[in-house]
């Protein structure tokens, strides 16, 4: 599957201020997908400057201080004399650049660089106000170090990762510029007039230290599925118009029986989207009176997919306002080792979220399928072929969607509980929150597939049940879609270019914009 990328630096968005401060999500997608410059406010250099006094003063005491006049993990016993600091510090992001496989996503990235510079600017970490500066620059010139699908299991943060990232601000190593180009870190360092970094005590360390590339992923998958349940929930309600199904059990008073507020919400839109739809009237004799539960249920499944996303962005949010290194410069100058590194938290939501997504697809293919089962679909052709036999309709489509949740199943399997010691057993339990942030991006981006075949198997539907029209939200989401998807005139045709049209519609927001325009002219809201 092909995951999302991000586009290069955008001129003219606003720019983002890094403090003392959490970050907003808001922020982290600005810098990682629309290149907003980055900015260090007054207080986190004052901060900064602060805290390095501190770690200079340590550095020049007799007794050891980890990560300052010590090796690291196993090898935290071994003193380091202060003439060969200097080269501690670059052998550490040198031997801990050890990322292999795939390259990792522009975004991904990006996120990760802002999310250790966003600590690294709330002065807890000991570095000098120049590492940080040069990790803006270098995010302001669009230069993206080259990162590698493995070398993070989650703990002592991402470690493989940022020091990939640590290792360009050295000069060293490969990165791709703004427009994407292959090139030796020193001469992109050059070329945007930015010096490299010689690290000095602790530097090292502390850009190494974090759980900023899993949170990164996090912060950008919640973008992602805000936006994407909100549009299973469209498609969801297109679904039961395409099938006439029963738009009354979506209604407010028997949804405020179970008070769920992502229930509450998904049902909300799904009553907005079938407002004034001639396909829900009920003809004289009608006798069908409850839908199957991937139509009935939908706001039970969305609206807890909902409250999964919630919880996630709270813990999402504590981490944001984290300072998370090893060791810290505490606000009473003390440099403590502690154990904050590790991505646990991190680790279990990404995993919950992959569980909601992988079950979100699955109830959007059943729904699917009953458009293409004469015994279940309420008066239409089978597979909504024009002449079924000759023509196979969308009986394939169906077949993509049930392969893509078959996957996302497999993707649901939990990362979080497969730790595996490192470091001579010193990191004896490890995370594997990076692993489980890895498959969630894959998991997202089946999911927006398996929805985009929805909404292209609801709109063939109703095409076919003219000369009854859908309701007006219903028509204006066709009615975008036609423009790049014809209707369902003629035989069957080449299928999968129609797909991956819808599948851009539903990434870029269009059908999910057509939907809620008119929506708003009727006085409501999507959410």
Known sequence: MTLRTA?????????????????????????????????????????????????????????????????FGSLASKHIPVERRVQLQRSLVRSHAAGSGPEVEREVVRATMLLRLSTLATGRTGVRPVVAETYAAMLNSGITPVVYEYGSLGCSGDLAPLAHCALAAMGEGDVRDASGTLSPAADALAAAGIAPLELHEKEGLALINGTDGMLGMLVLALADLRALVTTADLAAAMSVEGLTGNGAVFAADLQALRPHPGQRDSAANMRAVLAGSPMLSRPEGFTRVQDAYSLRCAPQVHGAVRDTIDHAASVAGRELASAIDNPVVTPDGRLESNGNFHGAPLGYVLDFLAIAVADLASVSERRTDRFLDVARNHGLNAFLADDPGVDSGHMIAQYTQAGIVSELKRLAAPASVDSIP?????????????????????????????????????????????????????????????????GPAGGDRYLAPEIAAAHEMVLDGSLLAAAASVVTEQGGELV
């Not at 490192?422 to 995370?431: I, K």
């Open 422 to 486: 490192s470091s001579a057993m010193q990191e004896d339990h490890v995370s594997m929150g990076w692993s489980a942030a890895r498959k969630l991006r894959r998991s997202i981006d089946g999911l927006g597939r398996v929805v985009a075949i929805e909404l292209l198997t609801a709109a063939r539907a109703m095409d076919l049940r003219a000369p009854i029209e859908p309701g007006p939200v219903a028509s204006a989401v066709r009615a975008r879609l036609r423009t790049r998807v014809p």
């Open 7 to 71: 586009t290069a630096p955008t001129v003219g968005t606003e720019p983002v201020t890094l403090d003392i401060g959490a970050p907003s999500f808001a922020d982290v997608v600005a810098v990682a997908r629309e290149g907003a410059r980055v900015e260090l406010g007054a207080a986190a250099l004052d901060a900064m400057a602060a805290s390095r006094a501190i770690v200079d003063a340590i550095a020049a005491d007799s007794r050891p201080h980890y990560g300052v006049s010590t090796g």
